[in-house]
C-alpha cells in the first residue's frame, strides 16, 4: 500500500526567508501529485499539480518538483509571507482513482 | 464559482440519530469522494464513486453509506451517530478515467460533534 510521509510535520520561519517542503512516497506507480494547501477549520485548496511525466510545475511563489524514481516531491515557497502560514498536505494519485495523503506540515511564517 | 457545496457547515447530533450530509458539485467530475479528517490521523477515504450509478468502500466505511444518484450529488448517511464519528468531513471530487487527469477539488467540510 502506498505510503505518503511529510517532514517536518511543523517548521517555523522568519518573513521572507525561502522554505522547502518536503512530501515522499513509497510506489512510484502514480498519475499525479498534488500540493494542497489547508487553513484552520476550512477545506485543502489546490496549489500545484504535477503529472507523472512532469518534473515541475509553478504558480507564482511557488515551484514544485517531482522525482517519481525516487518517491520525492519538493514545493518551494519563496519570499515567505505571514500569509503563507498554513498546513500543507501533499497528494498522489494511482490507478483507481485512489488518492493517497500525507499527514501535513505545519508552517508558521513569523513577522 | 461553485465547485464543491457541503451542507450543513456544522452540526452537532445525538448518538444514535440518522444524519446525511449532503454533497454536490458543478463542475461535471465523474469521481466524488469522502474523507473525514482527524488531528493526529490525517484524511481517510471513507466511501468513493468513480461514476454514477457505482460506489466502492474505502479505508473506514464502517457505519456510513453513499449513493450516487447522478452526477452532482453524493450525499453520505450515518445511520446510528456514535461518538467515534465525531469528525470534520470532506467531500472532494476530481475528472477520472485517464492516466493524465484527476486534479482533487474539495469541499469546504462538514464538522460533525456526536454526543
Known amino acids: 500500500k502506498q505510503e505518503v510521509t511529510q517532514i517536518p510535520a511543523a517548521l517555523s520561519v522568519p518573513e521572507g526567508e525561502n522554505l522547502v517542503l518536503n512530501c515522499s512516497f513509497t510506489d512510484s506507480a502514480i498519475y499525479n501529485l498534488q500540493w494542497f494547501r489547508q487553513d484552520p477549520g476550512k477545506g485543502l485548496t489546490s496549489l500545484l499539480l504535477?503529472?507523472?511525466?512532469?518534473r515541475e510545475q509553478t504558480s507564482g511563489r511557488l515551484n514544485a518538483s517531482l522525482d517519481k524514481s525516487s518517491g520525492r516531491s519538493t514545493l518551494y515557497i519563496a519570499a515567505s509571507q505571514p500569509g503563507d502560514s498554513a498546513t500543507y498536505l501533499c497528494?498522489?494519485?494511482?490507478?483507481?482513482?485512489?488518492?493517497?495523503f500525507g499527514t501535513g506540515t505545519s508552517l508558521t511564517v513569523i513577522p | 464559482i461553485a465547485g464543491i457545496t457541503q451542507a450543513p457547515t456544522s452540526q452537532i447530533l445525538a448518538a444514535g440519530r440518522r444524519m446525511t450530509l449532503r454533497c454536490t458539485q458543478d463542475m461535471r467530475h465523474n469521481a466524488m469522494y469522502w474523507y473525514r479528517q482527524d488531528l493526529g490521523l490525517g484524511l481517510r477515504l471513507i466511501h468513493y464513486s468513480n461514476t454514477a450509478g457505482t460506489t466502492g468502500k474505502g479505508e473506514v466505511p464502517d457505519g456510513y453509506s453513499v449513493s450516487r444518484a447522478n452526477t452532482d450529488d453524493f450525499p453520505l448517511t450515518l445511520a446510528s451517530a456514535v461518538p467515534s464519528q465525531t469528525s470534520v468531513y470532506f467531500c472532494?471530487?476530481?475528472?477520472?478515467?485517464?492516466?493524465?487527469?484527476?486534479?482533487?477539488?474539495f469541499g469546504e467540510g462538514s464538522r460533525l460533534t456526536v454526543l
Open positions: 497528494a498522489v494519485r494511482q490507478p483507481g482513482n485512489q488518492f493517497y
Open positions: 504535477i503529472q507523472s511525466s512532469q
Open positions: 472532494a471530487s476530481s475528472q477520472s478515467g485517464t492516466s493524465l487527469s484527476g486534479e482533487l477539488f
